[in-house]
């Protein structure tokens, strides 16, 4: 499904664009609340002129937060991935990353071993391409298959370091990743792309680095930074679970919720309208790349 709307995106369908645009500033403008995802919508819903406007992100439960944040000791660091795999996401900069890293850990002689854990389904038609390119990775990567999303905080607890990288696209440069917000819920550090909020969030919360998702040295340098430097992983841990708990996991995002639609249901229940009738309208927007 995915994989047909991103041609679509990337051929005439993208001409649609304004008339898109349009509809949905005339149909948001006639809500009594709009919800968006990320600071980019509220700033373009503002744009519209919305009033009623708040941010709740796509965040996990605090029940995903370990009750300490596992710490990187050990000979081998594992770098991972969680998400579907398919062409032209961010899997081949990865891999060539990886390959790099390798090389520089041969280089210096010993000391950690790295490990990529990657975990999602391969498109059909990409797994081809993919199996060649993990060949020569060996026994040095893991690739598990689909998962549940219960699964998150399992999965999670394998890795040292969480690799959130989508390439700037029209589709995807203003997402916010979700598996930013379960990565720093689980605890782990995220290396990330300049996408959505992911490089604000990040400096903020002071538990990941942003990289330039199209140059593989630089993944790979962010990658060794956080490995090698003393302490600098596990205090990025520390960091990545303070921060959701204080502000990035749903028992934040509830109170806003409920409120708002508290305010929504206290003028109908001071003056109902006629039985059946609702004059009530709500919005939710989570849409991709530059709608």
């Known amino acids: 499904m995915r994989a047909g709307v991103l041609r679509l995106w990337k051929g005439g369908a993208r001409a649609l664009l304004p008339l898109v645009n349009a509809i949905e500033r005339a149909v948001s403008r006639r809500a ?30 605090r029940s995903m937060i370990p009750a300490a944040p596992a710490g990187s000791g050990g000979e081998r660091f594992v770098i991972g991935r969680l998400g579907t795999i398919y062409e032209d996401n961010g899997i081949e900069e990865i891999l060539e990353a990886y390959r790099l890293l390798l090389e520089r850990e041969r280089a210096r002689g010993g000391g950690r071993r790295f490990h990529l854990y990657l975990a999602g389904r391969v498109f059909e038609r990409y797994a081809p391409t993919f199996a060649r390119l993990v060949e020569p990775l060996g026994d040095r990567l893991t690739v598990e298959g689909s998962f549940d999303a219960f699964d998150m905080a399992r999965l999670y607890a394998r890795l040292d370091l969480s690799l959130v990288l989508a390439r700037r696209t029209p589709w995807f440069r203003n997402i916010t990743p979700t598996k930013l917000f379960d990565s720093m819920a689980c605890g782990v550090p995220v290396v990330g792309s300049d996408i959505g909020d992911v490089k604000e969030i990040l400096a903020a919360s002071q538990c990941g680095l942003t990289v330039d998702e199209r140059d593989p040295a630089s993944i790979c340098e962010a990658i060794e930074k956080v490995a090698l430097t003393p302490g ?25 919720f409920v409120a708002q639609y508290a305010r929504l249901a206290a003028p109908a229940a001071a003056a109902p309208e006629a039985p059946g009738a609702d004059t009530r309208n709500v919005a939710f927007h989570r849409s991709p790349g530059s709608l």
């Open 232 to 256: 600098m992983r596990d205090g990025m841990a520390r960091s990545a679970v303070r921060a959701a708990h204080d502000r990035y996991t749903w028992e934040v995002g509830e109170p806003v």
């Open 32 to 61: 009594d609340q709009v919800f968006v995802h990320n600071t980019f919508q509220v700033r373009k819903f503002e744009g519209y002129g919305i009033a009623h406007l708040a941010q709740v992100g796509s965040y996990p439960n």
